[in-house]
């Protein structure tokens, strides 16, 4: 059975920074896209980030490209999201997800198949 478990939330002012980790277990096959999403209260559920698990290869939403930082570990069981530059409007519920295909662009939540239970980040100005 897959599980995802995020940590690494927490509260920081504005410019700060934290990384997200994302623990994976449970799915051994070296195909397939992990990504960040989060959302925020009254809002839509938006991607982050996506990475593929075989190769690496990331892409990320307008809203974070150049402070966000998507990368796995070579076991590719721990999957992070470096957040640096923060601003208020990023407060948000973070959660991490596996699909079994190819990571879509743009990031769209349909092909993710397992969700970890998100862990809360909030950025005061």
């Known amino acids: 059975q897959v599980h995802l478990v995020e940590s690494g939330g927490g509260s920081v002012q504005a410019g700060g920074s934290l990384r997200l980790s994302c623990s994976v277990t449970g799915y051994d096959a070296r195909v397939g896209c992990m990504g960040w999403f989060r959302q925020a209260p009254g809002k839509a559920r938006e991607g982050v980030a996506t990475i593929y698990i075989g190769a690496r290869t990331t892409f990320y939403a307008d809203s974070v490209k150049g402070r966000f930082t998507i990368s796995r570990d070579n076991s590719g069981n721990t999957v992070y999201l470096q957040m640096d530059s923060l601003e208020p409007e990023d407060t948000a519920t973070f959660y991490c997800?596996?699909?079994?295909?190819?990571?879509?662009?743009?990031?769209?939540?349909?092909?993710?198949?397992?969700w970890g239970q998100g862990t809360q980040v909030t950025v005061s100005s």
């Open positions: 997800a596996l699909s079994q295909w190819a990571c879509p662009r743009p990031i769209t939540s349909d092909t993710f198949d397992y």
